[in-house]
């Protein structure tokens, strides 16, 4: 188990073994997950966007769907 101190600034230093095991380099963008009572920390790297595809069930219509948000956006 690794662990790390917060900071007076709510900063942390995810420990080095824990950055080469996900990947994690400076500018990788990390996400604060709240899930049963829990904490995750989650990369928000490829991997994680690929796992993401088709979660929304949306068969292909999801540029479709932004084009139209578009044009009401505009219209207004």
Known sequence: METAVV????????PSKI???FGIKKG????FIERGG???I??????YFESMAGILGTNGDMLKGLME???REREL
């Open 7 to 14: 900071t007076t600034k709510g900063q942390i230093v995810v």
């Open 19 to 21: 950055r080469k095991k």
């Open 28 to 31: 990788t963008r990390i996400a």
């Open 38 to 40: 829990k904490l995750i």
């Open 42 to 47: 989650q990369p928000l790297d490829k991997s």
């Open 69 to 71: 948000d578009k044009k």
